[in-house]
């Protein structure tokens, strides 16, 4: 490879990073309140509101409904309003992020689903708040599950990005799109999908060395 | 023979003790404002009535058993009592509070002073022992050196000084029902809640969770109200006990006197495994009247159990054979069902009978049996 090849490469890899790493984190700022609002407000839950739970259930659905690749370009209009552009690295974070939310919000409910409601009731025994329920019940009790969720989405927005190329956001995933595959440049083909490989199995790894040291479920 | 005497009376006493067992029952809920006092709780899911207007005192200091079987509505008697279940209708006042209307919100600082322990112990498994201990103090706004210096006694009192820093998942269940008793304690509680708190353990462990509880009473006074299916339980820590069916308060009493006169079938039942029955195969050849020998029950409890019954019973009404039975203590009275046979002759029997019954027994003739077979 060329060094001209090495600086696109490394550039690529520095735009993947990022819009995995900034959607990401939108997206668990986000998909954590509302899967929490999803859990807190089913039947049964401890802020039970079912006309709240239905709308936000829609609302996530129809968003997980949507191929990406249709969000990416639907949602120019809205990413032009808070990016600025509708073209690039930042613009693509916008349509990854609301893409990534309603996905990582889901995943964040099921763990908090699966928290004991004889901790919930214990808690609510003791005089605890909903909002102390929350905050030392719910939350640290579904941290192993909300942390590999999250590293199932910071995997899922790897492969996600590459499709932002679509709209000029380059990565990776473009990377190897335009030059291994329309420019039939092998080695290159070759060199991203190692990268995405070790990227992939690095998060993986570290994510799974996070949620061990964080369950306490087992002595 | 003087002192003889001053015995017998004493039975007599006691035999019309046994009589008017409900009466005595509704007068023991303890001088002064009792903890907790329900009237006429009512709680239905659906068309099935949970509780079916069940009304009980507990006095302060007391140890009340609430026992019945699996669906009998005690889980929803003691969740009435700390607010997480609302009654339908009549009135739950603690501490002379009437709760029932209260809105979460105001029952919160009501909470605190009711702890709370389970079969399931539900202690947060993400939390060290001392966290999980000084959590209700968290909720109530104590510094942390404050609640972990008030963690770390308590972890004392229930024997586990040295696992202040492990996690729930380490210990074994009796430990963390002992992890659990010191957080419900943890916010000085006026009253103990106990929701099947030794269904899950094994029974040595259950000796000393109960023991422990048993031990708090004393030291701290405190007032505990225990559900449970188990009558071993009842009958090794209770004052009190308070038998529900249907969601109906069917029977309430002092533990022995309920032991020594089970008056539903449902306490009998209850009763069953802890109390001696007759041995199956003498029950399978019952005959209703035939038989050269007469099988009795004989049931007897306090002071009448005290004296030489079998001996006098030989010496003064002729012979009889000891079939099965003994004396137990039952807070620390004597609680004896004894299972004889008597020779089915009219004059034998009736002296028999009345022998038994004239030292405070209560006899009931269950049929009768040929000896030789």
């Given at each position: 490879?060329?060094?001209?090849?090495?600086?696109?490469?490394?550039?690529?890899?520095?735009?993947?990073?990022?819009?995995?790493?900034?959607?990401?984190?939108?997206?668990?700022?986000?998909?954590?309140?509302?899967?929490?609002?999803?859990?807190?407000?089913?039947?049964?839950?401890?802020?039970?509101?079912?006309?709240?739970?239905?709308?936000?259930?829609?609302?996530?659905?129809?968003?997980?409904?949507?191929?990406?690749?249709?969000?990416?370009?639907?949602?120019?209009?809205?990413?032009?309003?808070?990016?600025?552009?509708?073209?690039?690295?930042?613009?693509?974070?916008?349509?990854?992020?609301?893409?990534?939310?309603?996905?990582?919000?889901?995943?964040?409910?099921?763990?908090?689903?699966?928290?004991?409601?004889?901790?919930?009731?214990a808690v609510r025994a003791m005089g605890g708040s909903?909002?102390t329920?929350?905050?030392?019940?719910?939350?640290?009790?579904?941290?192993?599950?909300?942390?590999?969720?999250?590293?199932?989405?910071?995997?899922?927005?790897?492969?996600?990005?590459?499709?932002?190329?679509?709209?000029?956001?380059?990565?990776?995933?473009?990377?190897?799109?335009?030059?291994?595959?329309?420019?039939?440049?092998?080695?290159?083909?070759?060199?991203?999908?190692?990268?995405?490989?070790?990227?992939?199995?690095?998060?993986?790894?570290?994510?799974?060395?996070?949620?061990?040291?964080?369950?306490?479920?087992?002595? | 023979?003087?002192?003889?005497?001053?015995?017998?009376?004493?039975?007599?006493?006691?035999?019309?003790?046994?009589?008017?067992?409900?009466?005595?029952?509704?007068?023991?809920?303890?001088?002064g404002e009792p903890v907790v006092r329900l009237?006429?709780?009512?709680?239905?899911?659906?068309?099935?009535?949970?509780?079916?207007?069940?009304?009980?005192?507990v006095g302060k200091g007391e140890?009340?058993?609430?026992?019945?079987?699996?669906?009998?509505?005690?889980?929803?008697?003691i969740r009435c009592l700390n607010g997480l279940?609302?009654?339908?209708?009549?009135?739950v006042h603690i501490e002379g509070r009437e709760i029932g209307?209260l809105g979460e919100n105001q029952l919160q600082p009501l909470r605190r002073r009711i702890g709370m322990i389970?079969?399931?112990?539900?202690?947060?498994?993400?939390?060290?022992?001392?966290?999980?201990?000084?959590l209700p103090l968290k909720i109530e706004g104590v510094?942390?050196?404050?609640?972990?210096?008030r963690?770390?006694?308590l972890?004392?009192?229930?024997?586990?000084?040295?696992?202040?820093?492990?996690?729930?998942?380490?210990?074994?269940?009796?430990?963390?029902?002992?992890?659990?008793i010191?957080r419900a304690l943890a916010a000085r509680p006026a009253l103990l809640l106990s929701?099947?708190?030794?269904?899950?353990?094994?029974?040595?462990?259950?000796?000393?969770?109960?023991?422990?509880?048993?031990?708090i009473n004393?030291?701290l006074g405190l007032t505990i109200i225990?559900?449970?299916?188990?009558?071993?339980?009842?009958?090794?820590?209770?004052?009190?006990?308070?038998?529900?069916?249907?969601?109906?308060?069917?029977?309430?009493?002092?533990?022995?006197?309920?032991?020594?006169?089970?008056?539903?079938?449902?306490?009998?039942?209850?009763?069953?495994?802890?109390?001696?029955?007759?041995?199956?195969?003498?029950?399978?050849?019952?005959?209703?009247?035939?038989?050269?020998?007469?099988?009795?029950?004989?049931?007897?409890?306090?002071?009448?159990?005290?004296?030489?019954?079998?001996?006098?019973?030989?010496?003064?009404?002729?012979?009889?054979?000891?079939?099965?039975?003994?004396?137990?203590?039952?807070?620390?009275?004597?609680?004896?069902?004894?299972?004889?046979?008597?020779?089915?002759?009219?004059?034998?029997?009736?002296?028999?009978?009345?022998?038994?019954?004239?030292?405070?027994?209560?006899?009931?003739?269950?049929?009768?049996?040929?000896?030789?077979?």
């Amino acid at each position: 490879m060329s060094s001209t090849m090495i600086d696109l490469f490394l550039r690529s890899l520095w735009e993947t990073v990022l819009m995995t790493g900034a959607s990401g984190a939108i997206s668990f700022v986000f998909g954590l309140p509302l899967g929490l609002a999803l859990v807190v407000t089913d039947r049964g839950g401890i802020a039970q509101n079912l006309w709240v739970n239905r709308i936000l259930g829609s609302i996530v659905n129809g968003f997980r409904a949507v191929p990406f690749i249709i969000l990416l370009v639907a949602l120019i209009p809205l990413t032009r309003l808070i990016a600025g552009t509708s073209i690039g690295t930042w613009a693509a974070i916008v349509p990854l992020s609301i893409a990534a939310t309603p996905y990582y919000a889901r995943i964040a409910e099921v763990s908090l689903r699966e928290v004991d409601r004889g901790l919930i009731e214990a808690v609510r025994a003791m005089g605890g708040s909903r909002w102390t329920i929350v905050r030392e019940v719910l939350v640290p009790e579904a941290m192993p599950g909300i942390v590999a969720g999250f590293t199932v989405t910071l995997v899922t927005l790897v492969g996600a990005s590459a499709m932002a190329g679509a709209i000029g956001a380059g990565g990776l995933g473009d990377l190897a799109i335009r030059y291994g595959y329309q420019r039939f440049e092998t080695s290159v083909m070759i060199a991203v999908v190692s990268v995405l490989i070790v990227m992939v199995c690095a998060l993986q790894w570290a994510g799974d060395r996070l949620v061990a040291r964080l369950d306490r479920r087992v002595a | 023979m003087a002192s003889r005497r001053v015995k017998d009376d004493k039975m007599n006493q006691h035999v019309s003790a046994l009589a008017s067992n409900g009466a005595l029952a509704a007068a023991a809920g303890g001088a002064g404002e009792p903890v907790v006092r329900l009237i006429d709780v009512r709680r239905h899911f659906g068309p099935t009535a949970a509780l079916d207007g069940v009304s009980l005192t507990v006095g302060k200091g007391e140890i009340v058993g609430i026992i019945g079987r699996s669906g009998a509505g005690k889980s929803t008697l003691i969740r009435c009592l700390n607010g997480l279940e609302r009654p339908d209708s009549g009135e739950v006042h603690i501490e002379g509070r009437e709760i029932g209307r209260l809105g979460e919100n105001q029952l919160q600082p009501l909470r605190r002073r009711i702890g709370m322990i389970f079969q399931h112990f539900n202690l947060l498994s993400a939390k060290t022992v001392e966290e999980n201990v000084a959590l209700p103090l968290k909720i109530e706004g104590v510094s942390r050196p404050e609640r972990l210096r008030r963690a770390a006694e308590l972890l004392e009192l229930v024997g586990l000084a040295g696992k202040a820093k492990a996690y729930p998942a380490s210990l074994s269940g009796g430990q963390k029902q002992r992890v659990g008793i010191a957080r419900a304690l943890a916010a000085r509680p006026a009253l103990l809640l106990s929701d099947e708190a030794t269904s899950a353990l094994d029974p040595e462990t259950t000796r000393s969770i109960l023991a422990l509880l048993r031990d708090i009473n004393r030291q701290l006074g405190l007032t505990i109200i225990l559900i449970t299916h188990e009558m071993e339980v009842v009958r090794s820590i209770a004052d009190r006990v308070a038998v529900i069916d249907a969601g109906r308060i069917v029977e309430e009493g002092e533990v022995w006197k309920v032991f020594a006169d089970p008056q539903s079938d449902i306490t009998t039942s209850l009763l069953q495994g802890i109390r001696p029955q007759l041995p199956a195969e003498i029950a399978q050849r019952l005959s209703p009247t035939l038989g050269s020998e007469a099988v009795l029950r004989v049931d007897i409890a306090g002071e009448a159990a005290l004296g030489p019954l079998l001996a006098d019973l030989g010496g003064q009404a002729g012979a009889f054979r000891f079939i099965h039975g003994g004396i137990e203590r039952v807070q620390g009275r004597p609680v004896g069902t004894l299972f004889l046979a008597v020779p089915s002759g009219e004059p034998d029997l009736l002296r028999t009978v009345q022998f038994l019954t004239g030292r405070g027994a209560r006899v009931e003739v269950l049929g009768h049996v040929f000896d030789n077979d």
